[in-house]
């Protein structure tokens, strides 16, 4: 409980709205709508929330060190981005071209594109290559409003690579304000190596890899590539079971590109996150829900990939489900760091309104991490991670895109980032 003359390290105030989901666990159904404070202020201590509520009555508890004047904007949690590929050494924009000219995903994977042609950037950049772009990345996401991102590896598909990439990362989250959050991704392609001896590889994967990486204390999930033409079900039950065995929480990339039944897999091993979906049968989104699965969705890789399917996530906000959102950014099929632009599909492609997509993005996605109870809301007692959006109201957040709105950046109660210009407001 506060006092009047309380004294806290920051003060937010001067907001149109505070927009923010509640609770410490994913929301979904009727309760996945976030809620809109008016002329709302919100007190920071020691990095955390210790007051939220009309400005008035915050103002008489709380006196501050420093005051952010939000100009009439929006403030909403820092975003969280859970699902992505931070870590390479090169682009592909070449696979681009070709998909615009018609080629398929699968296509050019067995043509020796997509995640293969990552390998020898990664495998032949030092460490400190691979970390100087990652904090570039990482700068990016963070003046876009996201403030937590999972990180995955994948593009080494070498034990002595992949630890190279976890390395990379722990590296990065000692040097950057980003939180992230480390998932090994040993089983995101069969490499050219193995090709013609998948079930080797996958005992590479399991007997070798992932006791490595378990081990070394760099990773917090392991995931897996689960379709027909990389990791089958049986496959993908092998790993993850062998990665559960070890302490390592589980995410699957499932039913991307086809309707393998990945959902239902993830359903039984108890997954943290089943990702992507576009295939998802009405089967599998049964399963993820009794299983109480987080499907973390991806709006603008179907459009980057120009696939037809769309994640039915309307279908499973009705199931109960808890969606989750995340720009899946990696160099092949989704070149896009920016949550703002996710907010906006998710709309368009999915049908979210706009409270409905910023809960996805903050409370579920931290859901998914494991890291609801600190983060990805604006209650009193979470930590301190903040964005002030330079629109008048929540309905900016989906209606307004092609755009960065984020004009300052709050992470555990310390201004991270502070865009220059002064001339914001319409």
């Known amino acids: 409980m ?18 923010t989901a509640r609770g410490a666990a994913a929301r979904g159904g009727a309760d996945l709508p976030a809620e809109v404070l008016p002329d709302a202020a919100v007190a920071v201590k020691g990095g ?4 939220v509520g009309p400005e008035d009555e915050v103002r008489a508890a709380w006196s501050a060190d420093e005051e952010l004047d939000g100009g009439g904007g929006l403030l909403v949690p820092g975003f969280v981005d859970a699902h992505t590929h931070p870590v390479f050494f090169g682009t592909r924009e070449a696979e681009f071209e070709q998909r615009v000219a018609g080629k398929t995903y699968v296509e050019i994977a067995q043509a020796g594109g997509g995640i293969r042609s990552s390998l020898a950037g990664v495998r032949q950049a030092s460490k400190e290559e691979l970390l100087a772009r990652l904090l570039v990345r990482l700068d990016r996401f ?12 994948g593009y080494g598909l070498t034990l002595a690579d992949e630890l190279k990439c976890l390395e990379v990362i722990d590296a990065a989250r000692r040097m950057h304000p980003v939180e992230l959050v480390p998932t090994f991704l040993g089983a995101h392609d069969v490499p050219p190596e193995f090709q013609h001896d998948r079930a080797a590889y996958v005992d590479l994967v399991v007997n070798e890899m992932l006791p490595r990486v378990a081990e070394s204390g760099l990773a917090e999930y392991c995931d897996v590539f689960t379709e027909s033409h990389v990791f089958g079900l049986d496959e993908s039950r092998r790993i993850m079971t062998a990665g559960a065995e070890l302490g390592l929480g589980l995410r699957l990339h499932v039913d991307q590109l086809t ?27 049964e399963a993820l829900a009794r299983a109480g699965v987080v499907p973390v969705l991806c709006p603008l890789v179907p459009l980057f990939l ?13 199931a109960g489900l808890a969606p989750a959102l995340a720009t899946d950014f990696n160099p092949g099929s989704c070149y896009v760091q920016s949550m703002p632009e996710v907010l906006t599909w998710a709309a368009l ?12 993005a903050t409370l579920n996605a931290a859901a998914s991490l494991g890291r609801a109870e600190r983060l990805g809301t604006i209650e009193v007692g979470k930590q301190a991670d903040l964005a002030l959006l330079d629109v008048p109201n929540h309905h900016h957040l989906t209606y307004e895109f092609g755009r960065n709105p ?3 950046v709050v ?12 001339d914001l407001h319409e």
């Open 142 to 153: 963070l003046e876009l409003g996201t403030t937590t991102v999972e990180c995955k590896t």
């Open 349 to 360: 492609r999915y049908g979210l309104s706009a409270r409905e997509a910023l809960t996805a």
């Open 306 to 318: 120009r696939q037809k399917e769309e994640a039915p996530a309307r279908a499973m906000i009705r």
């Open 411 to 422: 992470k555990a109660g310390e201004v991270v980032y502070q865009r220059a210009d002064e």
């Open 406 to 408: 984020v004009q300052v």
């Open 2 to 19: 506060s006092t009047p003359g309380d004294r806290a390290d920051l003060l937010v105030a001067n907001l149109s709205e505070l927009v």
């Open 48 to 51: 955390c929330i210790v007051a």
């Open 259 to 285: 309707a393998l039944g990945g959902a239902q897999l993830a359903a039984e091993l108890g997954a943290a996150s089943a990702d992507h979906l576009e295939c998802v049968s009405p089967e599998g989104i």
